[in-house]
C-alpha cells in the first residue's frame, strides 16, 4: 500500500495550503483523513471523509479547513485557510480499506510562522 501526500510548507499567519494524498487506485477505500502531530504531542485528528463525502472535523478547525476526497482517483485533499501558528505540525494522511484496515502516508510538514 502506497500513500503519497505533499503540500507542506511555510506560511504567514492567515495564509493558505492545500495538502494532497493519492493512495493505490486498487484499494477499495472506505474511509480517507487527516491528521496532525505537533512537536512534543499527540497525533490528532484533523478531518475525515467518508466514501459518501460526509466529513468530520476538528472544532479547531471548523470553518477553516475543508476536506474533499475522488473516490475514483482515491485522492484526497485538505484546503486549509486562515493557518494560524497552532497548526504547525506533520500532517499525516490516513486510509481505512474495506477490511477495515488502516495505513499511514509518510507525513508532510506545514509551519505557520511569520
Known amino acids: 500500500v502506497q500513500l503519497q501526500a505533499s503540500g507542506g510548507g511555510l506560511v504567514q499567519p492567515g495564509g493558505s495550503l492545500r495538502l494532497s494524498c493519492a493512495a493505490s487506485r486498487s484499494m477499495s477505500i472506505k474511509a480517507m483523513g487527516w491528521y496532525r502531530q505537533a512537536p512534543g504531542q499527540q497525533r490528532e485528528l484533523v478531518a475525515t471523509?467518508?466514501?459518501?463525502?460526509?466529513?468530520n472535523y476538528a472544532d479547531s478547525v471548523k470553518g477553516r479547513f475543508t476536506i474533499s476526497r475522488d473516490n475514483a482517483e482515491n485522492m484526497v485533499w485538505l484546503f486549509m485557510n486562515s493557518l494560524k501558528p497552532e497548526d504547525t505540525a506533520v500532517y499525516y494522511c490516513?486510509?481505512?480499506?474495506?477490511?477495515?484496515?488502516?495505513?499511514w502516508g509518510q507525513g508532510t510538514l506545514v509551519t505557520v510562522s511569520s
Open positions: 490516513k486510509v481505512t480499506n474495506s477490511q477495515w484496515l488502516s495505513y
Open positions: 471523509v467518508a466514501s459518501g463525502g460526509t466529513a
